[in-house]
């Protein structure tokens, strides 16, 4: 995977996983039917492309053909759905450099973070720089697809997505772990919730400091395995993003300083 894209996915539960029990936080099951639908409907395009995509060589020819008419129907009709959703994607914060600009447009973010800073201790700026590295705030971020021969989209390098751009199975062990069932990794609120989560969790098995978004970046990418054999180490480019990431957590927190007070005080004028 290129250095550009290993952020997206490298996280997996260690072999040696401590149990971490989400204690006093209310759990809402809170299904995102679209994004849960969005994802299905790219499992079957996924499996559909294999289906129809068989190569043929005759006299040195490669030629494309299909198994059935009713396997391009339902290519047909899942890229036509997979286009309406994408539609329906939550933009990303127009300025994603400035942490109060990002809480001032996304008003329920900064409850969303302050509740899992609470919960799990990692101050808001470091989380906040850890998924602005890992997807730049797109909620339906995902990996690249890989090409055949080329030109035909084929699938993707891993399973990331979302937010906090983990993969299939670190999502179900956060759910079994935290008892967050109905969690989504494309809902803010439930993918800044697991960075704490994460965060928390290599602290307590690594010793790094929640403050540390230096270390705290490299365990979030590595595993917490990889960061226990300094697999970091030969990789130059991942050092260079964590220090990128640290000096982004620096300046979320320069700026959350000066507009926190006001974000605590709520942006709406209603009353009650």
């Known amino acids: 995977m290129p250095p550009s894209l ?14 971490c029990v989400n204690k006093g936080r209310k759990l809402v099951d809170n299904s995102k039917p679209m994004g849960k639908l969005r994802r299905r409907i790219e499992q079957i395009l996924t499996a559909t492309a294999r289906q129809i995509v068989i190569f043929r060589l005759n006299r040195n020819t490669l030629r494309l053909g299909w198994r059935s008419d009713k396997a391009v129907g339902v290519l047909l009709l899942a890229t036509g759905i997979t286009l309406i959703l994408m539609s329906c994607a939550s933009s990303p914060p127009e300025n994603i450099d400035n942490i109060c600009a990002i809480f001032e447009e996304k008003d329920d973010w900064f409850d969303d973070a302050q509740a899992s800073e609470e919960q799990w201790g990692t101050p808001i700026h470091v989380q906040m720089a850890i998924i602005r590295q890992e997807s730049r705030f797109r909620d339906d971020a995902q990996p690249p697809r890989t090409t055949l021969l080329g030109f035909i989209p084929w699938t993707r390098p891993s399973s990331a997505y979302g937010y906090p751009q983990a993969k299939d199975a670190t999502w179900e062990w956060y759910i079994r772990k935290t008892g967050n069932d109905g969690a989504d990794r494309d809902d803010f609120a439930d993918a800044i919730d697991f960075v704490g989560w994460y965060t928390n969790l290599s602290h307590r098995t690594l010793g790094i400091s929640k403050w540390d978004a230096y270390q705290q970046y490299l365990a979030y990418h590595e ?9 970091y180490r030969k990789k130059g480019w991942l050092k260079s993003v964590a220090r990128k990431v640290d000096r982004q957590s620096k300046r979320y927190a320069t700026q959350l300083k000066s507009c926190r007070a006001e974000l605590e005080q709520g942006w709406s004028l209603w009353p009650f």
């Open 6 to 19: 290993a952020p997206s996915g490298s996280l997996r539960p260690p072999t040696d996983e401590v149990v």
């Open 223 to 231: 595993g917490h395995g990889g960061f226990k054999r300094k697999t």
